[in-house]
Protein backbone atom coordinates (compact mmCIF):
# COMPACT_ATOMS: atom_id res chain seq x y z
CA UNK A 1 0.00 0.00 0.00
CA UNK A 2 1.32 3.11 -1.49
CA UNK A 3 1.94 5.58 1.54
CA UNK A 4 1.24 9.50 1.37
CA UNK A 5 2.91 11.90 4.03
CA UNK A 6 3.66 14.69 1.74
CA UNK A 7 0.48 16.78 0.01
CA UNK A 8 2.69 18.00 -3.00
CA UNK A 9 3.19 14.04 -3.44
CA UNK A 10 -0.08 13.04 -2.90
CA UNK A 11 -1.12 15.98 -5.95
CA UNK A 12 1.11 14.37 -8.18
CA UNK A 13 -0.13 10.82 -7.77
CA UNK A 14 -3.66 12.10 -8.26
CA UNK A 15 -4.01 12.32 -11.90
CA UNK A 16 -6.38 9.59 -12.35
CA UNK A 17 -10.17 9.01 -11.81
CA UNK A 18 -10.03 5.74 -10.08
CA UNK A 19 -7.50 5.61 -6.56
CA UNK A 20 -7.31 2.44 -4.77
CA UNK A 21 -5.54 1.14 -2.02
CA UNK A 22 -3.36 4.61 -0.58
CA UNK A 23 -2.89 5.48 3.07
CA UNK A 24 -2.41 9.07 3.31
CA UNK A 25 -1.25 10.05 6.72
CA UNK A 26 -1.71 13.60 8.95
CA UNK A 27 -2.69 15.93 5.94
CA UNK A 28 -4.42 19.13 5.33
CA UNK A 29 -7.06 17.71 2.66
CA UNK A 30 -8.36 20.82 2.07
CA UNK A 31 -5.74 22.51 0.20
CA UNK A 32 -6.46 19.88 -2.65
CA UNK A 33 -10.12 19.11 -2.15
CA UNK A 34 -11.52 20.40 -5.29
CA UNK A 35 -9.26 17.51 -6.72
CA UNK A 36 -10.37 15.03 -4.66
CA UNK A 37 -13.99 15.56 -4.92
CA UNK A 38 -13.61 14.43 -8.79
CA UNK A 39 -11.81 11.37 -8.33
CA UNK A 40 -13.73 8.18 -6.90
CA UNK A 41 -11.50 6.30 -3.96
CA UNK A 42 -12.15 2.35 -2.99
CA UNK A 43 -9.94 0.88 0.03
CA UNK A 44 -8.30 3.59 0.71
CA UNK A 45 -6.98 4.96 4.80
CA UNK A 46 -6.87 7.80 5.21
CA UNK A 47 -5.15 8.61 8.98
CA UNK A 48 -5.70 11.84 10.85
CA UNK A 49 -6.14 14.03 7.66
CA UNK A 50 -7.90 17.28 8.05
CA UNK A 51 -11.07 17.52 5.32
CA UNK A 52 -14.08 19.55 5.31
CA UNK A 53 -17.99 17.60 5.56
CA UNK A 54 -17.90 17.74 2.10
CA UNK A 55 -14.99 15.79 1.38
CA UNK A 56 -15.75 13.32 4.53
CA UNK A 57 -18.81 11.92 2.96
CA UNK A 58 -16.95 11.89 -0.63
CA UNK A 59 -14.80 9.64 0.93
CA UNK A 60 -17.03 7.38 3.60
CA UNK A 61 -18.20 4.57 1.47
CA UNK A 62 -15.61 2.06 0.90
CA UNK A 63 -12.61 4.23 2.35
CA UNK A 64 -11.31 4.11 6.54
CA UNK A 65 -11.10 7.15 7.71
CA UNK A 66 -9.72 7.49 11.03
CA UNK A 67 -9.95 10.72 13.12
CA UNK A 68 -7.30 12.30 15.41
CA UNK A 69 -8.51 11.70 19.21
CA UNK A 70 -8.71 13.99 21.78
CA UNK A 71 -5.24 14.11 23.17
CA UNK A 72 -2.09 16.08 23.65
CA UNK A 73 -0.54 14.07 20.78
CA UNK A 74 -0.50 14.24 17.20
CA UNK A 75 -2.21 10.36 17.24
CA UNK A 76 -0.90 9.73 13.58
CA UNK A 77 2.75 11.33 13.90
CA UNK A 78 3.85 10.81 10.53
CA UNK A 79 7.83 11.14 10.74
CA UNK A 80 10.07 10.43 14.00
CA UNK A 81 10.38 13.01 16.37
CA UNK A 82 13.60 15.62 17.27
CA UNK A 83 15.22 18.01 19.58
CA UNK A 84 12.63 20.62 17.70
CA UNK A 85 9.66 18.53 18.30
CA UNK A 86 9.55 17.41 21.39
CA UNK A 87 11.62 20.53 23.49
CA UNK A 88 9.69 23.11 21.75
CA UNK A 89 9.44 26.16 23.88
CA UNK A 90 12.93 25.12 25.77
CA UNK A 91 14.98 27.98 27.37
CA UNK A 92 18.47 26.87 28.20
CA UNK A 93 18.63 29.70 30.58
CA UNK A 94 15.40 28.99 32.17
CA UNK A 95 15.51 25.07 33.14
CA UNK A 96 11.61 25.29 34.25
CA UNK A 97 10.87 26.22 30.65
CA UNK A 98 10.80 22.53 30.24
CA UNK A 99 7.58 22.01 32.17
CA UNK A 100 5.59 23.57 29.11
CA UNK A 101 7.79 21.51 26.27
CA UNK A 102 5.73 19.30 24.54
CA UNK A 103 7.63 16.10 26.02
CA UNK A 104 6.22 17.16 29.55
CA UNK A 105 2.92 17.93 28.52
CA UNK A 106 2.70 14.82 26.66
CA UNK A 107 4.33 12.98 29.89
CA UNK A 108 2.33 14.64 32.85
CA UNK A 109 -1.01 13.33 30.43
CA UNK A 110 0.75 9.73 30.38
CA UNK A 111 0.84 9.54 34.09
CA UNK A 112 -2.81 10.84 34.52
CA UNK A 113 -4.47 8.45 31.76
CA UNK A 114 -2.40 5.34 33.78
CA UNK A 115 -4.40 6.33 36.94
CA UNK A 116 -7.87 5.69 35.19
CA UNK A 117 -6.90 3.81 31.94
CA UNK A 118 -9.83 4.85 29.45
CA UNK A 119 -10.08 3.16 26.23
CA UNK A 120 -9.67 6.24 24.12
CA UNK A 121 -6.45 6.71 25.98
CA UNK A 122 -5.04 3.69 24.89
CA UNK A 123 -6.51 3.49 21.57
CA UNK A 124 -4.40 6.96 21.12
CA UNK A 125 -1.34 5.55 22.33
CA UNK A 126 -1.42 2.03 20.70
CA UNK A 127 -2.32 4.23 17.27
CA UNK A 128 0.46 6.80 18.07
CA UNK A 129 3.13 3.77 18.59
CA UNK A 130 2.16 1.75 15.45
CA UNK A 131 2.57 5.30 13.46
CA UNK A 132 6.16 5.47 15.27
CA UNK A 133 6.81 1.93 14.15
CA UNK A 134 6.21 2.62 10.68
CA UNK A 135 8.23 5.83 10.60
CA UNK A 136 11.01 4.16 12.28
CA UNK A 137 11.50 1.16 9.67
CA UNK A 138 10.51 3.70 7.24
CA UNK A 139 13.76 5.53 8.12
CA UNK A 140 16.38 2.40 8.85
CA UNK A 141 15.18 0.78 5.90
CA UNK A 142 18.56 2.98 4.02
CA UNK A 143 21.26 1.79 6.67
CA UNK A 144 22.89 -1.53 6.37
CA UNK A 145 21.42 -3.42 9.05
CA UNK A 146 24.88 -4.76 10.00
CA UNK A 147 26.04 -1.20 10.67
CA UNK A 148 23.21 -0.44 13.19
CA UNK A 149 24.53 -0.94 16.35
CA UNK A 150 22.75 -0.35 19.98
CA UNK A 151 24.60 0.41 23.38
CA UNK A 152 23.14 -0.01 26.16
CA UNK A 153 23.48 0.60 29.98
CA UNK A 154 22.61 2.07 32.74
CA UNK A 155 20.76 5.54 33.06
CA UNK A 156 22.23 6.30 36.56
CA UNK A 157 26.14 6.69 34.66
CA UNK A 158 27.20 10.13 35.87
CA UNK A 159 28.67 12.28 33.16
CA UNK A 160 31.56 13.21 35.08
CA UNK A 161 32.51 8.81 35.21
CA UNK A 162 35.22 7.18 33.01
CA UNK A 163 32.65 5.26 31.68
CA UNK A 164 30.60 7.74 30.70
CA UNK A 165 33.66 9.33 28.64
CA UNK A 166 34.60 5.99 27.06
CA UNK A 167 31.48 5.77 25.58
CA UNK A 168 31.57 9.09 23.70
CA UNK A 169 34.44 8.32 22.65
CA UNK A 170 33.17 4.41 20.94
CA UNK A 171 30.07 5.62 19.92
CA UNK A 172 32.24 8.47 17.88
CA UNK A 173 34.47 6.20 16.53
CA UNK A 174 31.90 3.78 15.63
CA UNK A 175 29.87 6.66 13.44
CA UNK A 176 32.49 7.87 11.64
CA UNK A 177 33.27 4.61 10.67
CA UNK A 178 29.53 4.28 9.07
CA UNK A 179 27.35 2.68 11.80
CA UNK A 180 24.10 4.38 13.04
CA UNK A 181 24.30 4.35 16.69
CA UNK A 182 20.88 3.37 18.85
CA UNK A 183 20.24 3.36 22.18
CA UNK A 184 17.06 3.60 24.53
CA UNK A 185 17.71 7.42 24.37
CA UNK A 186 17.82 8.23 27.77
CA UNK A 187 20.13 9.61 30.02
CA UNK A 188 23.53 7.88 31.60
CA UNK A 189 25.18 5.32 28.84
CA UNK A 190 22.38 6.41 26.32
CA UNK A 191 22.97 9.93 26.26
CA UNK A 192 26.82 9.10 26.13
CA UNK A 193 26.42 7.29 22.76
CA UNK A 194 24.40 9.75 21.39
CA UNK A 195 26.92 12.91 22.42
CA UNK A 196 29.49 10.45 20.70
CA UNK A 197 27.53 10.43 17.57
CA UNK A 198 26.75 14.03 17.69
CA UNK A 199 30.70 14.98 17.76
CA UNK A 200 31.69 12.87 15.09
CA UNK A 201 33.72 14.41 12.62
CA UNK A 202 35.48 16.45 15.62
CA UNK A 203 38.90 16.16 17.19
CA UNK A 204 38.55 14.29 20.37
CA UNK A 205 40.18 17.73 22.36
CA UNK A 206 35.88 19.08 21.11
CA UNK A 207 34.63 16.29 22.41
CA UNK A 208 35.99 15.92 25.84
CA UNK A 209 35.40 19.55 26.20
CA UNK A 210 31.75 19.22 25.50
CA UNK A 211 32.00 16.30 28.65
CA UNK A 212 33.44 19.06 30.63
CA UNK A 213 30.51 21.35 29.78
CA UNK A 214 27.80 18.24 30.94
CA UNK A 215 29.89 17.49 33.92
CA UNK A 216 28.39 21.00 35.68
CA UNK A 217 25.79 18.74 36.02
CA UNK A 218 26.59 15.55 35.96
CA UNK A 219 23.26 13.36 37.14
CA UNK A 220 20.04 13.58 34.75
CA UNK A 221 17.86 14.36 38.20
CA UNK A 222 20.28 17.81 38.33
CA UNK A 223 17.98 20.52 37.03
CA UNK A 224 21.02 21.64 34.71
CA UNK A 225 21.38 18.61 33.39
CA UNK A 226 19.09 19.59 30.04
CA UNK A 227 20.35 23.01 29.88
CA UNK A 228 23.90 21.92 29.52
CA UNK A 229 23.31 19.59 26.84
CA UNK A 230 21.66 22.75 24.97
CA UNK A 231 24.78 24.75 25.60
CA UNK A 232 26.78 21.92 23.94
CA UNK A 233 24.61 21.73 20.84
CA UNK A 234 25.13 25.35 20.84
CA UNK A 235 28.90 25.11 21.34
CA UNK A 236 28.92 22.60 18.49
CA UNK A 237 25.98 22.86 15.85
CA UNK A 238 24.91 21.22 13.10
CA UNK A 239 26.08 17.08 13.50
CA UNK A 240 27.02 15.75 10.13
CA UNK A 241 26.09 12.46 11.33
CA UNK A 242 22.76 11.13 12.81
CA UNK A 243 22.08 8.65 15.63
CA UNK A 244 18.84 7.40 16.68
CA UNK A 245 17.50 7.06 20.03
CA UNK A 246 14.39 5.56 21.40
CA UNK A 247 13.15 6.70 24.61
CA UNK A 248 9.79 6.01 26.29
CA UNK A 249 6.61 7.92 28.42
CA UNK A 250 6.80 5.26 30.41
CA UNK A 251 10.41 6.35 32.04
CA UNK A 252 9.36 10.01 30.96
CA UNK A 253 11.03 11.09 34.46
CA UNK A 254 13.75 10.38 32.42
CA UNK A 255 14.74 12.82 29.59
CA UNK A 256 15.19 11.89 26.27
CA UNK A 257 18.73 13.05 25.28
CA UNK A 258 18.75 16.27 22.52
CA UNK A 259 22.13 14.58 21.14
CA UNK A 260 19.69 12.01 19.14
CA UNK A 261 18.99 13.44 15.84
CA UNK A 262 16.39 10.90 15.56
CA UNK A 263 13.80 9.75 18.01
CA UNK A 264 11.04 7.21 18.45
CA UNK A 265 9.45 7.91 21.39
CA UNK A 266 7.12 5.08 22.43
CA UNK A 267 4.17 4.75 25.31
CA UNK A 268 4.40 1.10 25.60
CA UNK A 269 8.02 0.35 26.79
CA UNK A 270 7.82 -3.39 25.96
CA UNK A 271 7.39 -3.04 21.90
CA UNK A 272 9.92 -0.22 22.23
CA UNK A 273 12.21 -2.56 23.87
CA UNK A 274 11.95 -5.77 21.51
CA UNK A 275 12.02 -3.02 18.83
CA UNK A 276 15.29 -1.29 19.73
CA UNK A 277 17.18 -4.93 20.12
CA UNK A 278 15.24 -6.18 17.32
CA UNK A 279 16.81 -3.17 14.74
CA UNK A 280 20.34 -3.63 16.50
CA UNK A 281 21.49 -6.41 13.66
CA UNK A 282 24.96 -5.03 14.01
CA UNK A 283 25.03 -5.82 17.67
CA UNK A 284 24.73 -4.45 20.90
CA UNK A 285 27.26 -3.43 23.40
CA UNK A 286 26.41 -3.74 26.99
CA UNK A 287 27.55 -1.05 29.40
CA UNK A 288 27.29 -1.69 33.46
CA UNK A 289 24.00 -0.90 34.07
CA UNK A 290 21.36 -2.60 36.96
CA UNK A 291 18.15 -4.24 36.59
CA UNK A 292 17.24 -2.69 33.28
CA UNK A 293 20.58 -3.61 31.51
CA UNK A 294 20.46 -6.99 32.97
CA UNK A 295 16.63 -7.53 31.67
CA UNK A 296 18.22 -6.38 27.91
CA UNK A 297 20.87 -8.67 27.97
CA UNK A 298 18.55 -11.64 27.95
CA UNK A 299 16.14 -10.36 26.61
CA UNK A 300 18.67 -10.47 23.50
CA UNK A 301 20.20 -13.65 24.60
CA UNK A 302 16.73 -15.13 23.40
CA UNK A 303 16.71 -13.06 20.19
CA UNK A 304 19.80 -14.41 18.96
CA UNK A 305 19.43 -18.17 20.53
CA UNK A 306 16.09 -18.31 18.18
CA UNK A 307 17.57 -16.38 15.75
CA UNK A 308 14.26 -14.42 15.79
CA UNK A 309 15.61 -11.57 13.32
CA UNK A 310 17.30 -14.69 10.66
CA UNK A 311 20.87 -14.85 12.48
CA UNK A 312 22.71 -13.87 15.72
CA UNK A 313 24.66 -10.37 15.99
CA UNK A 314 27.33 -10.14 18.42
CA UNK A 315 26.71 -9.85 22.08
CA UNK A 316 29.75 -7.47 23.45
CA UNK A 317 30.21 -6.84 27.29
CA UNK A 318 32.52 -3.56 27.90
CA UNK A 319 33.98 -3.89 30.97
CA UNK A 320 35.07 -7.20 32.07
CA UNK A 321 35.49 -6.61 35.82
CA UNK A 322 31.75 -5.58 36.11
CA UNK A 323 30.58 -8.15 33.92
CA UNK A 324 32.30 -11.22 36.12
CA UNK A 325 32.76 -10.04 38.70
CA UNK A 326 30.12 -7.13 39.74
CA UNK A 327 27.56 -8.58 37.67
CA UNK A 328 29.36 -12.45 36.71
CA UNK A 329 26.37 -12.64 33.75
CA UNK A 330 28.72 -13.26 31.27
CA UNK A 331 30.73 -16.43 32.69
CA UNK A 332 26.69 -18.27 33.34
CA UNK A 333 26.43 -17.30 29.56
CA UNK A 334 29.67 -18.57 28.53
CA UNK A 335 28.91 -21.81 30.24
CA UNK A 336 25.79 -22.76 29.20
CA UNK A 337 26.76 -22.15 25.32
CA UNK A 338 29.53 -24.26 25.78
CA UNK A 339 27.42 -27.19 27.74
CA UNK A 340 24.86 -26.50 24.47
CA UNK A 341 22.16 -24.94 26.27
CA UNK A 342 22.77 -21.72 24.00
CA UNK A 343 23.71 -21.66 20.39
CA UNK A 344 24.18 -19.23 17.95
CA UNK A 345 26.00 -17.01 20.13
CA UNK A 346 28.72 -14.11 19.19
CA UNK A 347 30.01 -13.11 22.22
CA UNK A 348 32.63 -10.66 23.36
CA UNK A 349 34.03 -9.14 26.50
CA UNK A 350 36.22 -6.33 26.47
CA UNK A 351 37.84 -3.20 28.41
CA UNK A 352 39.05 -0.93 25.18
CA UNK A 353 36.99 0.63 22.51
CA UNK A 354 39.51 -0.73 20.03
CA UNK A 355 38.72 -4.26 20.51
CA UNK A 356 34.99 -3.98 20.35
CA UNK A 357 35.26 -2.04 17.30
CA UNK A 358 37.47 -4.89 15.45
CA UNK A 359 35.04 -7.12 16.75
CA UNK A 360 31.75 -5.40 15.21
CA UNK A 361 34.34 -4.65 11.65
CA UNK A 362 34.66 -7.95 11.80
CA UNK A 363 31.00 -9.20 12.21
CA UNK A 364 29.55 -6.10 9.75
CA UNK A 365 32.15 -6.71 6.64
Known amino acids: MKQFESITELKRFLTVPYVEEIAVQSLRLT?????????????????????SDDLLHHLLPGN???????????????????????????NRHKPKTYLKTPDKVVYDYYRESRKNLSIKDTLAQRLHDHSITDSLHEYIASFD????????????????????????LLSKSLTEQGYLMLSGGGPGAME???????MAGRGDNECLRAVGI???????????WLSSAFEV???????PFDSLGIPTWH?????PTPFATKIAKYFENSIREEGLLAIAKGGVVFTPGSAGTLQEVFQDLAQNHYESYGYASPMIFLDKHFWTTERPVYPVIGEMAERGDLHHLNLGLYDNNEEVIAHLK????
Not at 192 to 198: N, V
Open 31 to 51: EIEPLMLNIRFSRCLFLGCSM
Open 64 to 90: FIFPLLDVPFNTYPSRLYDTDSLYAGF
Open 145 to 168: ERKLVAIMGGHGILRTEHIYRQVV
Open 192 to 198: ATHLGAW
Open 214 to 224: LSAAPRYSDEG
Open 233 to 239: MERFPDP
Open 251 to 255: YGHEL
Open 362 to 365: KFSE
